[in-house]
């Protein structure tokens, strides 16, 4: 493409150039055809480039993504949603899950530098830790404000039927020594639980599975202190108005905080629990709640720690599993996207059979909960946009842009079929519906499912990455095997392929990742996709294409302290622009704990090469830790982040 756009070559030297430009556009972001190709406007709808795949060793997906403050990328896994393939009478059997006392099983931990395309392993915590299981498969995390990066509870055991216990652990990677630490244990487990991060650099541990039992929700919180490395506990159940003492109307059942549930702190210091979340089959009974709660945390002077509860607004939709939510950019309002409505099961419209699924379906909707001080109402209100996504999508990412514009990525039209390839752009607009002008974007070439994740990275660029359509499985001697199906009688079984011709072939994974759309499973008309998805992809969206040179910022200060004065140079300023502050993403399971977006006030200086900013005044929106500082142009393209770190 680049070539195409140069003069023509003359000698060996030219050659090279044109070498060496094609290699930077991959991996820094392409921005010499960025600058010279949107006259054509051949690439108005983004572009992605893969990543290429590492040695067989070194396959990993990623469960859990964790933009660092080098740029790096930490990818963790555990146990990694697998079963155990053993050979019993020369046949292979399928054990659901996996040990997570063998280290190796649970040793899949990896650092990607986007930059380079580079990937290299790094050793996991100890399979064994404070007495007990120490597997981060399905834990909870996110930065904190030294960047350190804090995991709580993961999988304490696999149980047959999808059931699972939490533990009790509380690991801490640094990475500035890419090493992990054992900061001891919590009083009860966690399995998918919420970590909020709070204006005083304390984090806020919300639901999550107990250890003793499989399936048993963990009606507390604990608040983690960084500085003193203690928590405080506190019972929900045992607080008045919380949701495990509101009934649900005409349900005769009480509410509850579901696993991995959507909650964000709001500009007042009061933390917004929306309804949503990423629950299991097995675990709970959708019980149809429609109830938002608003959570008040008070610490006394003896350091007592206490919560009080407030009833929300109801939304128009009842809770949903596998949707993903935001903080608008920007303000302190939250998006609700997608999800799956009326189960909890993962496996819903597998295959394309929603039979036994009564009433189930995947959302369309968009839902926004409005602030008091717009909505005139106490605790806000929610309103619903009901035919926003098309197609409908469960397990989406939504990564918000520099540019204030949300990026929908990911996903499926069920939890693990029908992968929708097409990334839709969410566009600031007070005349469209909902507020947001959407536009489709050009289709990624691999099905990212249950497990994926995208995060915005310091050139402006989005990291995709893993995805699951099913359960891989281990073999005795370590190798991991994805061409897996569910089956009705044997849990799983390996796939019977053919190709488009319907002539029967063995999986072969160069082959998918060459053409992913080459298997097919006889009878059903979707192309087969493995169990877990091995190759990242990198999507450069529609302003990296804008007409002009990129702006740079040339200097700008490390520190960043609230409601302080600072300054940026910029070269290839303009006259009006924008200061954008991104929170560094980590994402799960549909949610990112880390990513929001604070517009900075900014004066022009000089001719334009000099900016004067204010850092945020709201820690409570925007907590200590590291940012990634955008500088936009007049027409809206980024220049390349600085790393910035905002603290009290």
């Known amino acids: 493409m680049i070539i195409q756009l140069l003069p023509k070559p003359r000698g060996i030297i030219s050659i090279f150039l044109i070498f060496f430009l094609t290699l930077s556009s991959i991996f820094w972001g392409g921005d010499m055809a960025i600058a010279a190709s949107v006259s054509g406007g051949r690439k108005t709808m983004g572009q992605w480039k893969t990543i290429p795949m590492p040695p067989q060793r070194d396959r990993i997906q990623s469960v859990h993504t964790t933009l660092l403050p080098n740029g790096k990328v930490l990818m963790v896994n555990g146990s990694s949603f697998r079963s155990t393939l053993i050979k019993e009478n020369g046949e292979y059997a399928f054990i659901e899950g996996i040990d997570p006392t063998n280290y190796e099983a649970i040793d899949n931990t ?12 790094i050793p996991s915590p100890p399979a064994l830790q404070n007495g007990t299981t120490n597997d981060l498969f399905c834990s909870g995390h996110v930065q904190l404000a030294d960047g350190n990066v804090l995991f709580i509870g993961g999988t304490g055991r696999y149980y047959p039927g999808g059931a699972f216990t939490g533990t009790k652990q509380i690991n801490l990677y640094d990475w500035q020594t890419e090493t992990w630490k054992n ?13 909020i991060p709070l204006a005083d650099g304390k984090v806020v541990i919300f639901s999550g599975l107990k250890w003793g039992e499989p399936n048993q929700i963990n009606p507390s919180i604990e608040i983690y202190d960084p500085k003193t490395q203690k928590l405080h506990y506190i019972d929900l159940t045992t607080v008045r108005n919380s949701p495990f003492n509101t009934l649900v109307e005409d349900e005769d059942v009480y509410d509850s905080v579901d ?19 990423a629950g299991i089959a097995g675990v709970l009974v959708p019980h149809l709640s429609k109830k938002s709660y608003l959570m008040t945390i008070e610490e006394a002077e003896d350091g007592a720690v206490s919560v009080s509860f407030e009833r929300g607004p109801n939304r128009a939709e009842t809770s949903k599993a596998y949707g993903t939510a935001l903080q608008v950019p920007n303000s302190e309002e939250v998006l609700l996207l997608g999800g799956i409505i009326g189960t909890n099961s993962i496996s819903f419209g597998r295959g394309g059979d929603t039979s036994g699924f009564p009433g189930a379906r995947i959302s369309t909707s968009l839902q926004h909960w409005i602030s008091p001080e717009n909505s005139g109402e106490k605790n806000g209100k929610w309103e619903i946009f009901p035919d926003f996504l098309n197609p409908p999508r469960a397990n989406l990412q939504a990564v918000i842009l520099p540019s204030q514009e949300i990026l929908v990525i990911n996903g499926g039209e069920y939890p693990e079929y029908k992968p929708v390839y097409k990334p839709l752009l969410m566009t600031p607009d007070e005349t469209a519906e909902a507020g947001y002008k959407t536009t489709l974007l050009k289709s990624a070439k691999y099905p990212r499912l249950y497990h994926n994740g995208a995060v915005l990275l310091p050139d402006a660029r989005v990291l995709v990455l893993g995805g699951n359509a099913n359960r891989a499985a281990r073999d005795e001697e370590g190798k991991v095997h994805v061409d897996v199906v569910g089956d009705q009688t044997t849990f799983f079984k390996f796939a019977q392929l053919q190709d488009k011709f319907g002539q029967a072939v063995e999986f072969d994974v160069k082959t998918f990742y060459k053409e992913p759309q080459y298997y097919f499973v006889e009878g059903d008309p979707e192309p087969f996709v493995p169990a877990e998805i091995w190759k990242g992809e990198i999507f450069s969206p529609p302003y990296l294409f804008k007409s002009g040179p990129r702006p740079e910022i040339i200097s700008a200060p490390d520190i960043l302290k609230y409601g302080q004065p600072g300054s940026i140079t910029v070269k290839d300023s303009t006259k009006t622009a924008s200061l954008v502050l991104n929170k560094l993403g980590s994402i799960t399971h549909s949610f990112d704990y880390g990513q929001r977006l604070a517009q900075l006030p900014i004066e022009i200086l000089k001719d334009g090469s000099l900016v004067a900013f204010t850092a945020p005044e709201n820690a409570n929106l925007y907590p200590p830790g590291y940012y990634m500082m955008f500088y936009l142009n007049d027409i809206g393209k980024p220049s390349h982040a600085k790393m910035v770190k905002l603290e009290g």
């Open 183 to 195: 900061l001891g244990e919590m009083q009860e487990g966690r399995w998918y639980p919420s970590l």
């Open 110 to 121: 990896g650092l990607l530098d986007p930059s380079t395309g580079e990937f290299k392993r």
């Open 259 to 277: 696993l991995y549930p959507r909650v964000f702190p709001l500009a007042d210091g009061r933390l917004l629990l929306t309804g949503d979340e």
